[in-house]
């Protein structure tokens, strides 16, 4: 048993480190991994006769366009002595430590009510919340005391995916760039498929700003919806998620989903629906919305990327009303 550091280039939001700590974490002989945003370096725990550092270095490249500083000051492997991980006590402690670490490190910082609090995913659980210090010019609403139930006038002109008059609503907060609603738009797509008719889905923007993409995407998903391509567009955003966004991707996209190149890359580069994305974030905001995906059921909020079962759960009590 091993535990490697590693010093990572290119990590620009910790979305992007929560997306190397899950690729890793699949890898057959990894058993903890963390990797911390702020300071660059991901610590892994591995069983060297499953997989070697160089395996591990090529997994973290192939997650973004990311490099490993090569510096032994840096990276730096330590040798676990065998016979004290056998003994389970051992295996306990370290198992302790490791957790320890995490939580003292902090997978994602969040803000809630003004108050700070370490945030870990858990299952499906997960959400990307507004952190406030992030947003000096932006403030969030007061949260109320219970939750009421929003009221949302939908329109045609709205972004819906579904039977128009369908009995149940829901309206969708968020971020193409946020590894959790790429995750939960996947669950969207099976609720459509399992509820076709019943359930309609209105997508809203909520890009968060320590995702330095997310504001463009959403810009660029509004000139696709110029041309009739939104939900097109919006597939092929979180489609390509993994393989991370730029200008030069979201024109090829554009292209390749047979659109006006010249009327797209005119749009895009003007800035023409910034003005709109953010009108969705205000509503967002005052709407209680603090975090991506944030979705409401018939107006009821259900925040984070949660199971289907939840939504179906949700769904069927509405559905026998």
Known sequence: MQKAKFQIKGINCKS??????EKLKKIEGVFEVNVNFDSKKAVVVYDENKINENDIKKAIKEAGDYQIEEDSEII??????EQKLLSSNNLSVLIAIVIAGLIIAGVIIVTNRNQKTSFKETGQ???????DKNFPNQSSPEQPSQNPVAEFKITKDDHIRGDFNAPITLVEFSDFECPFCARHFLTLNKILSDYKGKVRLVYKHFPLGFHPNAQKAAEASECAAEQGKFWEY???LFENFQNGYS?????????ELRLDTKKFNDCLDSGKYAQKVQADYQEGLQKGVNGAPSVFVNGELIVGAQSYEVFKQ????????
């Open 247 to 255: 200008l030069e991707k979201f024109k090829q996209w554009a292209k």
């Open 314 to 321: 949700k769904i069927d009590i509405l559905l026998t009303k």
């Open 76 to 81: 730096k492997k330590e040798n676990f002595q």
């Open 16 to 21: 992007c480190a929560s997306l190397i700590e």
């Open 125 to 131: 659980q997960a959400v990307q919340i507004l952190p």
């Open 234 to 236: 919006h597939d092929k």
